[in-house]
């Protein structure tokens, strides 16, 4: 049966563009930022490794700064997306222990914890105290809550390249359960460090050496000569709550959660599964009462995997949505890892205001040509009823279902 859920406000930060209005200009202008990767503790300089950085983080001045002192760059970006959620929804008019937080993305500081290391390697005794916080991803939870002033429910949940579709899943439940009125989800910033990148890299899952020299042409997300994902920092925050409860504060809602799916393939290894894909994506379209042949478009999961597109568009096809119309957010703002199922969320969010779909970069030569795909004109298009679709290592497939609201 279908929910009445909404989302009442977002928040997001990107290489291409951070807080909504930003976000929006980049994504439906098809801009991108990929380059060779520079930050201390990410840079190698034996192997160009490309992505997409964010420049320039702004945060937003209701932030103190004294809080930011000790702050990861995970940290500081949650902080930062939800503010924005925050202030959109108006949730400081409601009782603060009946706002939860749920913080998509497990190990999500570890380039903060490389360059930590590298410091104090040679004066461990002098290395400062907060590390005994900062190392565990639940501290995310405790800047926000102590910044915000939560008193509700507040955890972090791990689901690889899913976590942020899961964080999503649970605020969710925790809404309709009851615990909370509203619940803040967080896809968090994976702060990727050389050894990631090269753990990454040694298993084929990440590009590219093959456009080394032309970065830009590097993310292609479905087109056949991807070669695997390529990164890119992000984090977003979405706002769910009853529809009831948006009335009661005249929040304006986004779209409404009609459904989800969630779906495990029992398989440690990264490889995926067609069969996970298609349990998850039917478990959406029966918990929304949404018929396949009704949704009009499809954010995929979309990473530039060679095996992983190719099952991805097979488990479009099983599951009768070969009609619907189809971008690659990835191939803008690049993978975001825990982030990048909020992050595609909200860009399947901020499409449906704006009446249009944004561009896909470099799907010169796509794997599947009779697919709906959105090519690099964009496409003016009105949403009614959309699917968003994550995936990740350790067999983990979600689906989520939305629709416009009337």
Known sequence: MATNLVVTGIGVVS???????????????????????????????????????IAALAVPEAIPRQLLRTASLSATAALTVVQEAWDEADLGQLDPQRIGLIVGGSNVQQRELVNLHDSYRERIAFLRPTYALSFMDSDLCGFCTAHFGIQGLAYTVGGASASGQLAVIQAAQAVLSGQVDACIAVGALMDLSYWECQGFRAIGAMGSDRFAATPELACRPFDRDHDGFIYGECSGAVVIESLQSS????????????????????????????????????????????????????????????????????????????????NATKSLVGHGLSAAGAVEIIATLLQMRAGRLHPTRNLDNPIDPGLHWVDAAGAAHQIENALSLSMGFGGMNTALCWQSCP
């Open 247 to 326: 009335r009661r504060r005249a929040a304006a809602p986004y779209a409404t959660l009609a459904g989800w799916g969630l779906a495990m393939d029992g398989n440690r290894n990264p490889d995926p599964s067609l069969l996970g894909e298609t349990r998850a994506i039917r478990a959406a379209l029966a918990h929304a009462d949404c018929a396949a042949a009704a949704i009009d478009y499809v954010n995929p999961h979309g990473t530039g995997s060679i095996v992983g597109d190719e099952t991805e568009v097979r488990a479009l096809r099983e599951c009768g949505l070969a009609h619907a119309h189809l």
């Open 15 to 53: 290489a291409i563009g951070q807080g909504k209005q930003d976000f929006t200009a980049a994504l439906l202008a098809g801009r991108s930022a990929f380059g060779v990767m520079q930050r201390p503790g990410r840079r190698r300089d034996d192997v160009p490794l490309i992505g997409a950085e």
